[in-house]
């Protein structure tokens, strides 16, 4: 199972774009990525998902690279209800028997 | 509801009780997910569902958990004489476990507290 990196926390401002970079070395041909989203006492709510280059939806754009060792995860124009923790997955959707580990994740903080 | 409900949203028992969570996931769901989160830490998943099944309960904690699945529908997920280290929120997830789509539906959790 492909393990995951991330900063533990970020700042940033209200009106500004945030990226958030995921590690994940070790992914595997049919590993997509997924990203995750979670409010206090709430549980996660998916964001995003995507296998290669740039997936874009309402909320988000996912960007990753040629060799797929790291994912992007970019919010545009963050509002204060942004402040959340987010986390990256790596896995395959084929193969629900593996170990779905969310990590840390990491606290992103919007400052007005 | 549409959406992945658990029950009851909050536990509070005496160390040594069992306790039973219930999931309920979205109506065809074949995958279904458990999950626990103590405070201010991540996620950590503890035994998944296809069907009825579950084909790796390596992610149970110790012995005096387990869970079932009936119908391909309702979960409980079981706690035998509970220690304080159990008190966390149970998370419970559903999905159509599809390639071209598995995301996660969260439901609110349960939050136990063992006192």
């Known amino acids: 199972l492909a393990k995951t990196t991330q900063p533990i926390s970020m700042d940033s401002y209200e009106g500004q774009e945030v990226n958030i970079t995921c590690s994940h070395n070790?992914?595997?041909?049919?590993?997509?990525i997924t990203w995750y989203q979670q409010f206090p006492s709430q549980g996660p709510r998916f964001i995003i998902q995507g296998y290669k280059t740039k997936v874009t939806n309402e909320v988000a754009s996912l960007f990753i690279p040629a060799d797929r060792k790291s994912s992007t995860l970019s919010l545009p124009r963050v509002s204060l209800s942004d402040t959340a923790v987010y986390y990256c997955l790596v896995g395959d959707p084929r193969n629900y028997g593996q170990n779905f580990v969310f990590g840390p994740g990491t606290r992103l903080s919007v400052l007005p | 509801g549409a959406g992945v409900s658990q029950s009851p949203s909050n536990k509070v028992t005496e160390k040594g009780k069992d306790v039973e969570l219930r999931c309920d996931p979205i109506?065809?769901?074949?995958?279904l997910y458990w999950y626990r989160q103590s405070l201010g830490q991540g996620l950590e998943f503890l035994i998944y569902?296809?069907?009825?099944?579950?084909?790796?309960k390596s992610g149970l904690p110790s012995d005096r958990f387990s869970a079932e699945r009936t119908g391909g529908s309702v979960s409980t997920l079981t706690i035998q004489r509970t220690q304080q280290e159990d008190s966390a929120v149970y998370l419970c997830?559903?999905?159509?476990?599809?390639?071209?789509?598995?995301?996660?539906?969260f439901g609110p959790g349960t939050r136990l507290t063992v006192l």
């Open positions: 997830a559903s999905s159509l476990a599809s390639r071209e789509n598995d995301e996660q539906f």
């Open positions: 109506s065809g769901h074949t995958a």
């Open positions: 070790n992914i595997a041909t049919n590993d997509y």
């Open positions: 569902f296809q069907g009825n099944s579950a084909p790796d």
